[in-house]
């Protein structure tokens, strides 16, 4: 059973950094892209940023690139790293995971999601 577990939410002033953790479980994800997104109140949820399992590839939303960096360590956690906070960057942050295929990672339909964690981006 696949699981994705969010952690590294809460309260940052903007301009500050915060990282986000996704502990991934369950299966093998070496042929799957692991996503971050986010949904603001209010607003549909968006996509942020996803990387292939392998580090081949990275995908940014245009409104994050350059500040955000998707990473992973070499067991199976995939990190979300946060730099130059925005108020507009105040959302519940999701993991999730998709099998590798032609589809576009940037709005393909992922498989697996896990349950979110909260930022909150003071001005």
């Known amino acids: 059973q696949v699981q994705l577990v969010e952690s590294g939410g809460g309260l940052v002033q903007a301009g500050g950094s915060r990282r986000l953790s996704c502990a991934a479980s369950g299966r093998t994800f070496s042929s799957y892209y692991i996503g971050w997104f986010r949904q603001a109140p209010g607003k549909e949820r968006e996509f942020v940023a996803a990387?292939?399992?392998?580090?081949?590839?990275t995908y940014y939303a245009d409104s994050v690139k350059g500040r955000f960096t998707i990473s992973r360590d070499n067991k199976n956690t995939v990190y979300l790293q946060m730099n130059s906070l925005k108020p507009e960057d105040t959302a519940v942050y999701y993991c999730?995971?998709?099998?590798?295929?032609?589809?576009?990672?940037?709005?393909?339909?992922?498989?697996?999601w896990g349950q979110g964690t909260p930022v909150t981006v003071s001005s």
């Open positions: 999730a995971a998709r099998r590798i295929t032609t589809a576009q990672p940037r709005t393909a339909k992922y498989d697996y």
């Open positions: 990387r292939s399992w392998s580090g081949g590839s």
